[in-house]
């Protein structure tokens, strides 16, 4: 059974900076791209990045150019995303998800909450 | 970026009722077009891939439909664990981006 778990999120001051990681497990890790979509309170999905399987490939959403990074460990199954110059704005439930073929988001986490206040 | 709209933003619908939601892209997005079905406190799920591909495991009564910047979903006969919040989502480019979702309520 595929299974992504989120984990990293918190309550964070603006400016600050937090780490992500989605454990994967269930299939064979390295030949996916996988994903981070987020959820604002209230409001829709917004696709954030996303890496291939090889980390050739990576792409970020206007929002978080600059101030986040994707990466991934093959040999441990996961996917991270350093978050830095936290906005309040960047407040939301943070989902890894798989991507299956053709480029659609197949499996998702349950998402990890991200909370910017000070 | 391209710029996906949807419509309508919600409806109401009873139990066995044909629901239709459209979502428009702003430039040709060539079928790179995806349905998800979300419910709140849970992961979303992908219904539709490709603008007309049943995923695995997903009722047939779910459909989709559309080419160039047009595309349909079409519930053919709703039921109660249908109610939740649907969106459309581009992948012919990145960024990819997401409809606003279409929430379908208990009429």
């Known amino acids: 059974e595929v299974q992504l778990v989120e984990s990293g999120g918190g309550l964070v001051q603006p400016g600050r900076s937090l780490r992500l990681s989605c454990a994967a497990s269930?299939?064979?890790?390295?030949?996916?791209?996988i994903h981070w979509v987020r959820q604002a309170p209230g409001k829709g999905l917004e696709w954030v990045s996303g890496?291939?399987?090889?980390?050739?490939?990576?792409d970020y959403a206007d929002s978080v150019k600059g101030r986040f990074t994707i990466s991934r460990d093959n040999a441990k199954n996961s996917l991270y995303l350093q978050m830095n110059s936290l906005r309040p704005a960047d407040t939301a439930l943070y989902y890894c998800?798989?991507?299956?073929?053709?480029?659609?988001?197949?499996?998702w986490g349950q998402g990890t909450l991200v909370t910017v206040s000070s | 970026d391209i710029q996906m709209t949807q419509s309508p933003s919600s409806l109401s619908a009873s139990v066995g009722d044909r629901v239709t939601i459209t979502c428009r892209a702003s430039q040709t997005i060539t079928n790179y077009l995806n349905w998800y079905q979300h419910k709140p406190g849970k992961a979303p799920k992908l219904l539709i891939y490709?603008?007309?591909s049943l995923q695995s495991g997903v009722p047939s009564r779910f459909s989709g439909s559309g080419s160039g910047t047009d595309y349909t979903l079409t519930i053919s006969s709703l039921q109660p664990e249908d109610f939740a919040t649907y969106y459309c989502q581009q992948s012919y480019t990145t960024p990819w981006t997401f409809g606003q979702g279409t929430k379908v309520e208990i009429k």
């Open positions: 890496m291939s399987w090889n980390g050739g490939s990576i």
């Open positions: 490709g603008a007309s």
């Open positions: 998800a798989k991507v299956g073929g053709p480029d659609a988001l197949d499996h």
């Open positions: 269930g299939f064979t890790f390295d030949d996916y791209a």
